[in-house]
């Protein structure tokens, strides 16, 4: 069973249930989730041209942005490599230059080793604080849904 069928199984099943909850102070049920993961699905199709079949790199703390990005490619059918936040500049730059994403998703805080690293094969670079998307923005409590 590929990811997508799985998504959309866990939402008709589990729809009024929790399905992410952050250090007890917020939750989401698949309902809520599913809705955040179309939402950011669409997005990078219509905004950041990514469809099936691309790559993209995740270079993020562990973070609310990072679950719903992650599940968001996946439902999207585009492949992901998570890189950890603790990757030099260097490694990063071996890393993306292997692989050759079609773009990389990075969180404010490892902005430096971005910068510094080689990431010329890469069409879009995505800090995710900036994004229109984002849970600063984007992701709602269940109760403002």
Same mark, same amino acid.
């Given at each position: 069973? !590929?990811?997508?069928?799985?998504?959309?199984?866990?939402?008709?099943?589990?729809?009024?249930?929790?399905?992410?909850?952050?250090?007890?102070? $917020?939750?989401?049920?698949?309902?809520?989730?599913?809705?955040?993961?179309?939402?950011?699905?669409?997005?990078?199709?219509?905004?950041? !041209?990514?469809?099936?079949? !691309?790559?993209?790199?995740?270079?993020? #703390?562990?973070?609310?942005?990072?679950?719903?990005?992650?599940?968001?490619?996946?439902?999207?059918?585009?492949?992901?490599? #998570?890189? $950890?936040?603790?990757?030099?500049?260097?490694?990063?730059?071996?890393?993306?230059? !292997?692989? #050759?994403?079609?773009?990389?998703?990075?969180?404010?805080?490892?902005?430096?080793?971005?910068?510094?690293?080689?990431?010329?094969?890469?069409?879009? $670079?995505?800090?995710?604080?900036?994004?229109?998307?984002?849970?600063?923005?984007?992701?709602?409590?269940?109760?403002?849904?």
């Amino acid at each position: 069973m !590929d990811v997508n069928r799985f998504l959309q199984r866990c939402f008709r099943r589990y729809a009024s249930r929790t399905a992410l909850e952050i250090a007890g102070s $917020k939750s989401w049920s698949f309902n809520d989730l599913e809705a955040e993961i179309k939402n950011l699905a669409s997005m990078m199709q219509n905004e950041l !041209d990514l469809e099936a079949g !691309d790559r993209v790199a995740l270079f993020t #703390e562990n973070s609310v942005e990072g679950i719903v990005l992650l599940l968001s490619c996946w439902y999207s059918g585009i492949g992901v490599a #998570e890189i $950890k936040p603790h990757t030099s500049s260097e490694t990063l730059s071996y890393y993306l230059g !292997d692989w #050759e994403p079609d773009g990389l998703f990075y969180s404010g805080d490892l902005k430096e080793n971005v910068d510094n690293a080689d990431i010329s094969v890469i069409r879009e $670079k995505i800090r995710l604080e900036d994004m229109e998307y984002s849970a600063y923005s984007g992701l709602k409590h269940p109760g403002d849904l």
